[in-house]
């Protein structure tokens, strides 16, 4: 249909938050709330012609841009995929906007 295009694009979004990547980075969260999730893909193995992240950091951060950037780390922890890391970081997520976290 002509004109039901929206204005603004939406990227990514996984349950309520958008996802960016950049290289081995994910974003997950946005950058005008209080915390943000940054996962970093650390391994890969190769299944069949994929390569699957096989070790994932994950860390919620404060987006306080005056804070040192190990000052905004308020969790971190490591996972064995993509989606283990993308479950806590889900949690983690919404807890700290729910104003759950310190």
Excluded at 37 to 46: A, D, F, N, P
Excluded at 62 to 78: I, Q, Y
Aim: no cysteine; proline share 2%.
């Amino acid at each position: 249909m002509a004109g039901s295009k929206n204005s603004k694009t939406e990227g990514l979004m996984y349950k309520g938050h958008p996802l960016r990547r950049a290289g081995n980075l994910i974003y997950y969260g946005t950058m005008a709330e209080k915390y943000i999730i940054m996962m970093q893909v650390l391994e890969t193995k190769k299944e069949q012609d994929l390569d699957l992240a096989s070790k994932v950091s994950i860390q919620l951060q404060l987006t306080d841009p005056d804070l040192k950037s190990r000052d905004r780390v308020v969790k971190r922890s490591e996972k064995d995929s993509l989606y283990a890391a993308m479950d806590i970081a889900t949690v983690w997520l919404n807890r700290a906007l729910a104003g759950k976290e310190k």
